[in-house]
């Protein structure tokens, strides 16, 4: 806690804030209105009507629906690997100081911190080099090497504020290895994976552009979206599945953020 | 030997009681030789992320030294440079330059409008608008890439929000006059360079916030009373104080803008003009062209900007700022 009193705001920042946030959501909010207008053929504003037919429309598309499967089945698989790369990797980077602790951290980093075009490319020379054809599996692949950060990153976290003493303190009462893991370790990193497990299904859940390099003949939902985006075919269909797309993630966003608000973002909790 | 069976508590001590057979074996054998368990952790991580995106990423290298044979579009596998050569056409070095540039203002005006948010979010909100404030980066960087972008393109359309905005408040002029710039405008905002602009800045701003707050959050709010203290303007405590602590933050923030602007081939394309991007450059070689050294020579641009800008932002400390 801070001993100062608490000042409030000068207006200026107040307002530059506000309209910092505002310009962050309300293109987001539009998603939702263009779901409900009647207008098919243009992105007219405002919409000369509403109707919830759309949603029906949606609702019985096959392709849409085959995206989506693929989406979900991807995104499980990758997130399973980045759990336990990641977890394994931070484990070894936080508990231990060893010869190239730097080169790893770094190594873990590099698919995200180099942009995603050269994962991607990279990726697929490499299966064409090695003759490997493009399908569910080359997607996983991709998928998994840059989700493998994001559980790292929250596993790392928490691994650096778990006392190192709870751990002696389980072997000296007589715990082994296994068991310290079992009764000591995962429970205190549990919450940390599942939120790391969830960003990592968003991150994969949204990918596109790895995937567009990766996959072969399979459509994503967000490879889907995308050919919507450059050769536009039923407008208010992808109006509503964007919507979708937004209340989707929406929902482990929130439930990673529950999960580790307590101490992962104290105020001033920095160095 | 001895003093190990020494060291080890009797089995009527310890509260749980010591396993035998295989597992209890492998405990032991990692307590005694904790280099072993660290292999073993580190192997499989190490082992994917070097196989699958190293190796890829020094395929891809090394494909960018072999060049394409102008015939019969054939790729020659001998080692060259001429390949790299070819960057330095008029028309290649053009997407370079434009896509640095993009990438370099997207940054300070991304910087320009992350600040206040975060030094509101870190100096100002307490409790439940701290994690309002926390949501209210979170969920945009976290929302579809992609449904960002059709947002935009619907706010950006000629029948869409922005225009009807400015008709109702008569300012139709100002965007008009704004489009007829050369560089800059186009036939509306959604095909102009402006649009591929702003879409940039909006994609990757929360990128900039979160480092930014983290740098702030350290700052203590006692430094800021003692510079006016002593007397200076807010102005001056922001240049001399708050700023150069906030660096690092801003530095860091800046190596997710630059780099995502540099890699990025889906917003130009989807908003922008015709001229190229390197994201896009990359694409179309790989793709129907079939040029992958001249591909691959492209993705080299980024990742030797990147690299010394990384260099930089590691000798500016921003990397504990992430």
């Not at chain 1, 995104?75 to 060893?98: D, E, N």
């Not at chain 2, 960018?64 to 080692?79: A, P, Q, T, V, Y």
């Not at chain 2, 225009?163 to 560089?183: C, G, Q």
Request: net charge positive.
């Amino acid at each position: 806690m801070r001993s100062d009193r608490q000042q409030s705001a000068p207006l200026a920042l107040k307002i530059a804030a506000a309209a910092g946030l505002l310009f962050l959501h309300l293109p987001l909010l539009l998603i939702f209105v263009y779901a409900f207008t009647t207008e098919e053929k243009s992105y007219q504003w405002p919409p000369p009507g509403f109707t919830t037919q759309w949603f029906a429309v949606a609702w019985n598309r096959p392709d849409v629906w085959q995206a989506l499967t693929l989406s979900v089945q991807v995104a499980a698989i990758s997130t399973a690997i980045a759990l336990v790369l990641g977890t394994l990797c931070a484990a070894a980077v936080s508990q231990t100081k060893f010869f190239g602790r730097e080169t790893i951290s770094l190594l873990v980093i590099l698919p995200i911190a180099l942009p995603g075009i050269i994962t991607g490319i990279a990726l697929r020379s490499a299966f064409n080099l090695a003759e490997i054809p493009f399908s569910f599996w080359t997607i996983i692949l991709g998928h998994a090497t840059f989700c493998v950060v994001v559980v790292y990153n929250n596993a790392v976290a928490r691994f650096r504020r778990m006392s190192g003493s709870l751990i002696e303190a389980s072997m000296d009462l007589g715990a082994d290895g296994f068991q310290t893991f079992r009764h000591v370790i995962l429970p205190n990193i549990g919450t940390a994976l599942l939120a790391g497990g969830m960003l990592a299904f968003a991150l994969s859940f949204d990918e596109v552009i790895v995937t567009t390099f990766t996959a072969g003949q399979q459509q994503t939902l967000p490879i889907w979206m995308l050919e919507e985006l450059v050769r536009p075919r039923q407008r208010p269909v992808t109006n509503v599945v964007a919507m979708v797309v937004v209340l989707v993630t929406l929902l482990p966003i929130l439930a990673a953020y529950y999960l580790t608000r307590d101490g992962d973002q104290i105020a001033g909790g920095g160095k | 030997m001895s003093a190990e069976a020494m060291l080890r508590p009797a089995p009527a001590v310890a509260i749980l009681p010591s396993r035998g057979g295989i597992v209890g074996a492998l405990s032991d054998l990692f307590w005694r030789k904790p280099g072993l368990l660290l292999f073993l952790m580190l192997a499989p991580p190490v082992l994917w992320l070097g196989i699958v995106y190293l190796g890829s990423l020094l395929a891809l290298l090394l494909q960018s030294f072999f060049s394409i044979d102008e015939f019969s579009g054939l790729i020659n596998r001998e080692l060259t440079l001429k390949t790299y050569g070819e960057l330095f056409l008029p028309a290649n070095l053009d997407i370079i330059i434009r896509t640095v540039t993009m990438a370099a203002i997207v940054t300070i005006a991304s910087a320009i409008i992350a600040f206040p948010i975060a030094y509101y979010a870190a100096r100002y909100a307490r409790g439940k608008w701290k994690a309002l404030f926390y949501l209210g980066i979170m969920l945009p960087l976290w929302s579809s890439y992609l449904v960002k972008i059709y947002a935009w393109k619907l706010i950006l359309a000629k029948e869409g929000i922005l225009t009807w905005l400015f008709e109702k408040l008569h300012l139709m002029w100002l965007i008009d006059a704004w489009l007829s710039i050369p560089v800059v405008g186009g036939n509306s905002l959604s095909v102009s360079a402006t649009g591929t602009f702003i879409v940039f800045v909006y994609v990757w701003l929360p990128f900039m916030v979160l480092p930014i707050q983290a740098a702030l959050e350290r700052v203590p709010g006692s430094l800021i009373e003692a510079s006016s203290d002593l007397g200076a303007s807010p102005a001056q405590t922001f240049r001399n104080v708050l700023f150069p602590l906030a660096l690092p933050g801003v530095v860091a923030g800046s190596i997710f803008t630059f780099s995502l602007t540099l890699g990025d081939y889906i917003i130009p394309q989807i908003i922008g003009t015709s001229r190229l991007f390197i994201g896009q450059a990359v694409y179309a070689h790989q793709g129907t062209a079939g040029n992958i050294p001249l591909a691959a020579a492209f993705t080299v641009v980024p990742i030797v900007v990147m690299g010394f800008y990384l260099w930089g932002a590691k000798r500016m400390g921003a990397f504990d700022a992430l």
